[in-house]
């Protein structure tokens, strides 16, 4: 069974551009999560998407935003980037409703120069 | 806010010891309690997880333990092995009627097992 799995893995982008982070989650899964891991900083919590719909988001400007297409694969946008972007994007996903175990993607790295 | 404390930041033992990681959640509705294990350039990988209406689970060489009335709770892993070194980080969420969707996770503590 194929695990979750993020493109690109790394992405250079300049400072004011715009980059769109890619996620397949596990087959059968419906939810997904994006989550920043900024050095030394931990895993931050981004986005939920389940079913489709934007069920939560975490402490982040509107310029990070996403969205989950009907084949449950996700998309995060980050608009305006910021040097303090820079971090990996790490995605997972579970079954959904009140499942429990999140299973994470390997990530794709992001610099803003 | 919610908020998860984690300790140490860094642990190095001896092969064979034991090693503990400590957190500490601040949101007394949280009922789910996953420990994540991410090796250098790679996933975070659940290795095991508790809900809140047990104390106690053991897999093989780790345990977990949570103490719901001091919103506190602990990985164990006995007979420690190189292999085990890593960045392990304790997560705390709430999942219900009202499911938030998100893992609020500790800082992350640097295991490193000596040979």
């Known amino acids: 069974e194929a695990g979750v799995t993020q493109s690109p893995t790394h992405l250079i982008k300049t400072r004011g551009q715009q980059a769109t982070l890619r996620c397949s989650p596990i087959s059968g899964h419906t939810s997904v999560y994006w989550y920043q891991q900024a050095l030394g900083l931990g895993l931050q919590f981004l986005l939920w998407y389940d079913e489709g719909e934007e069920r939560n988001r975490g402490n982040f400007p509107p310029r990070f935003s996403g969205r989950q297409f009907p084949n449950y694969s996700s998309e995060l946008n980050v608009n305006a980037l910021e040097l303090e972007d820079s971090a990996l994007y790490l995605c997972?996903?579970?079954?959904?409703?009140?499942?429990?175990?999140?299973?994470f993607g390997q990530g794709t790295r992001l610099t803003v120069v | 806010g919610e908020n998860v404390e984690q300790h140490p930041s860094t642990l190095s033992v001896q092969e064979g010891d034991s090693a503990v990681i400590k957190c500490t959640y601040s949101?007394?509705?949280?009922?789910?309690f996953p420990w994540y294990k991410q090796e250098l350039g790679k996933r975070p990988q659940l290795i095991i997880d508790i809900r809140s209406n047990v104390g106690e689970k053991k897999d093989q060489r780790i345990a977990v333990t949570l103490n719901k009335t001091a919103k506190h709770f602990s990985l164990h892993i006995t007979e420690t092995q190189p292999e085990d070194s890593a960045v392990y980080f304790c997560a705390a969420s709430y999942f219900g009627s009202s499911n938030t969707g998100k893992l609020i996770f500790g800082q992350g503590t640097t295991l490193q097992v000596k040979p």
């Open positions: 949101d007394s509705a949280s009922n789910y």
């Open positions: 997972a996903s579970s079954l959904g409703g009140f499942n429990t175990e999140a299973f």
